[in-house]
């Protein structure tokens, strides 16, 4: 399985283009399984839920990426509603949730 984005060197609305032509060119059969945080109602917080299908990262914040991947990751970070630059989302809560996103792609894929 390879990976394109992290928290480090995130994939984001001003550089998905370029990723997204660069997958499909490098593995065109592949199957894109597209991982993404998402605002939700306050008592959804925390939750991840995976599903077949494309999402559309960046909608919740304005941003019209289009749709993306076959299979679709989300980990709901912060309530609808709040302007997400203003959130003050704390970095382990974030990395908690990459870390058991990571485990269970890892676990599924062995």
């Known amino acids: 399985m390879l990976v394109y984005g992290t928290m480090v060197k995130p994939i984001h ?43 559309q990262p960046s909608n919740g914040i304005g941003n019209n990426c289009g749709e993306v991947g076959e299979i679709s990751i989300r980990g709901y970070v912060a309530p609808r509603g709040i302007k997400v630059i203003d959130y003050d989302t704390d970095l382990c809560f974030n990395s908690a949730m990459a870390y058991t996103i990571a485990k269970g792609l890892k676990e599924a894929f062995r």
Do not use: F, W
């Open 13 to 55: 609305a001003l550089n998905m283009t370029k990723y997204i032509t660069e997958i499909k060119n490098t593995h065109p059969q592949s199957k894109v399984i597209v991982i993404d945080v998402s605002l939700c109602d306050e008592d959804e917080i925390g939750m991840i839920t995976i599903r077949n299908g494309s999402i």
